[in-house]
C-alpha cells in the first residue's frame, strides 16, 4: 500500500494519458477489427488505472468499486463484440473493417 502513495499522482495521469493516446490511435489507425477492440479495452484500462489512482489518492473506495462494474460492462462487452465478429467473418470470410463498410456481401 506504501508503494501506490510513494509515486506521484502525476506519473498515473501521464501514464494514463499515454495509454488512452495509444489505445485511441490504434483505434483510428487499424482496419483489423479484433485489434480495434483491443485498443477500445487499452483505453477503458487507462481510464480503469487513472480511477484507482485518484480513489487511492483520495482516500475514497468510490472510483475503485465503479471500477469493478467498469471490467463487467467491458467483459460483456468483449462477449457481444466477439460473437458479432465471428459472425461476420463467417459471411464475409475477412475481419477487415474497410471490406465491411459497404455492408454488401
Do not use: H
Amino acid at each position: 500500500m506504501e508503494a501506490i502513495n510513494s509515486i506521484p499522482l502525476n506519473y498515473y495521469i501521464i501514464l494514463s494519458t499515454a495509454l488512452f493516446c495509444i489505445g485511441a490511435l490504434g483505434v483510428m489507425m487499424r482496419r483489423n477489427a479484433i485489434i480495434m477492440f483491443m485498443c477500445i479495452e487499452l483505453m477503458l484500462n487507462a481510464v480503469n488505472l487513472l480511477m484507482v489512482a485518484f480513489s487511492r489518492y483520495l482516500g475514497d473506495s468510490n472510483g475503485q468499486v465503479f471500477v469493478f462494474f467498469i471490467m463487467a460492462v467491458a467483459a460483456a462487452e468483449v462477449a457481444v463484440g466477439l460473437a458479432i465478429l465471428i459472425m461476420i467473418y463467417r459471411n464475409a470470410n475477412t475481419s477487415d473493417t474497410e471490406v465491411l463498410n459497404e455492408l454488401k456481401w
